[in-house]
């Protein structure tokens, strides 16, 4: 769908409201369960939340242009969130037998993904997540917020790039899917699960110990600056 730019130019509170809504409705019109917007003072960012990806090491750390240790710093997304206001948050709902019990879990740290029905499905609903955040940033982006920042769930190696070498690590090349790539809340410090319970989201520590059901809700979480 072509996009007609909104010319760049100061935005009163009341028209910055208007916009928020219509990218949270959005956000629901393209498959989110939830949107939220959100102060971005109320945004939590720290070393500890990143250091997650490497201890225990996260099976895809340092495979891709978007984990760490190649994401943006937490220094850095501290110093970026100050310069905004307002966010939209994301949370879109999944079935807990794609993300609890010991195959998933068995999966994930070996980085042994399959094709099986389980993993397909729940790629599909990763790729989504990255869908909605890219196409509310890319619509703020046209609406005159032209520093909108979106972060996602997950690696994007496995959605866009499924055993194969990131192409964004190597010289000279960049990301194969820029427009839809993003790097997850949690590898650049976000507290996603913090952000969640504050805007009254059920959210559950899920991993191979927890069985689908014991599990009452699981989900993504995702995140766009504005403004």
């Known amino acids: ?21 219509k990218y949270q409705d959005m956000g629901i019109e393209l498959g989110a369960s939830d949107t939220r917007i959100i102060k971005a003072d109320c945004l939590v960012v720290q070393e500890r939340i990143r250091s997650k990806c490497s201890i225990p090491k996260c099976a895809e750390y340092g495979t891709n ?10 220094r850095e997304i501290q110093e970026i969130v100050k310069d905004y206001r307002y966010g ?17 879990q068995r999966c994930y740290l070996k980085g042994e993904i399959d094709e099986g029905r389980d993993y397909l499905a729940l790629g599909k609903r990763y790729k989504k997540m990255f869908f909605v955040i890219s196409e509310i940033e890319s619509k703020a982006f046209y609406d005159g917020y032209y520093l ?58 899920i991993g191979g110990k927890s ?6 809700s699981a989900s993504l979480l995702g995140l766009i600056l504005i403004t």
């Open 148 to 205: 909108a920042m979106g972060f996602a769930s997950g690696s994007c190696k496995n959605i866009f790039c499924f055993k194969k070498e990131c192409q964004g690590l190597m010289l000279g090349k960049g990301c194969r899917n820029p427009l839809r790539a993003r790097p997850s809340m949690e590898s650049v410090g976000f507290d996603a699960f913090g952000m969640a319970s504050n805007l009254g989201w059920s959210v559950y520590p």
């Open 65 to 74: 242009l978007h984990c760490p240790p190649y994401s943006p710093t937490v």
């Open 1 to 21: 769908m072509n996009e007609i730019p909104r010319a760049v130019s100061r935005v009163d509170e009341q028209q910055i409201q208007e916009d928020l809504k």
């Open 88 to 104: 939209i948050a994301v949370k879109m709902a999944i079935d807990p037998e794609y993300t609890a019990g010991s195959e998933i």
């Open 211 to 216: 069985e689908p059901c014991d599990v009452p």
